[in-house]
């Protein structure tokens, strides 16, 4: 079992609509979650770090249960902009190694 | 613009050249990281340094050469590389601790001819 699996995709949806996107992890003892978006040929860039409590920041939110090793990510009134591959990752270790997902990608249609 | 800086940000290089990927950071970050992407995969990591010392390394071949000279700078040594080996090389940071993540540099797309 890989540690990191997310949402095989691609996703495909028209603007405006809202999509899910799931992730789950295997080593129980990770402590810290996040979600990066990465547009073709270019870098990731961190979109949110992932609470307990859940956070919300404008249409995005993201949500963690730790007992179930799962993680979610909520984007509401999805635009163009949104067009990208969404990588989970897992800090599996103190401050060190983070645990790519495979990503999955997203198209949001005119 | 990023707060971590790669240079050059495209390189071709042949299979007997030795060439040297460079990454800078500013942020005080004290963990610093070498990825390997292809196309349609996830980073995968190659190296971390943690305060200047080698913590991590994904047993990736000795063709591949890190160097950590001081806690802002980090290179990558490149000599005698493959054709498979041609991919986007990322240069990320953090913070120690948990809680932040990454910041990744905006990455050398390597082509080995």
């Known amino acids: 079992r890989k540690e990191v699996e997310q949402d095989p995709g691609p996703f495909n949806v028209p603007e405006g609509a809202t999509v899910a996107f799931n992730c789950t992890y295997s080593?129980?003892?990770?402590?810290?979650f996040f979600w990066y978006r990465q547009d073709c040929r270019k870098e990731p860039k961190l979109l949110m770090s992932?609470?307990?409590s859940g956070n919300e920041d404008g249409r995005f939110t993201a949500q963690l249960n730790r007992a179930s090793q799962y993680i979610s990510l909520l984007i509401r009134d999805s635009k163009l902009s949104d067009s990208a591959t969404y990588l989970c990752v897992v800090n599996d270790n103190y401050g060190q190694n983070f645990v790519f997902g495979p990503g999955t990608r997203l198209s949001v249609l005119p | 613009d990023t707060e971590v800086t790669q240079t050059p940000k495209h390189l071709v290089m042949g299979m007997t050249n030795k060439k040297s990927l460079k990454c800078e950071q500013h942020m005080g970050h004290r963990a610093m990281y070498w990825y390997k992407q292809k196309a349609k995969k996830p980073p995968e990591l190659m190296f971390v340094?943690?305060?200047?010392?080698?913590?991590i390394n994904e047993s990736v071949p000795s063709r591949f050469s890190p160097e950590c000279p001081n806690s802002s700078l980090l290179n990558l040594h490149l000599h005698a590389l493959q054709p498979e080996d041609s991919a986007l090389y990322l240069c990320?940071?953090?913070?120690?601790?948990?809680?932040?993540?990454?910041?990744f540099g905006s990455g050398t797309r390597l082509t080995v001819v």
């Open positions: 340094y943690s305060y200047e010392k080698l913590s």
């Open positions: 990320a940071s953090s913070a120690p601790g948990l809680g932040g993540g990454y910041t």
């Open positions: 992932v609470y307990s």
């Open positions: 080593n129980s003892a990770s402590q810290s």
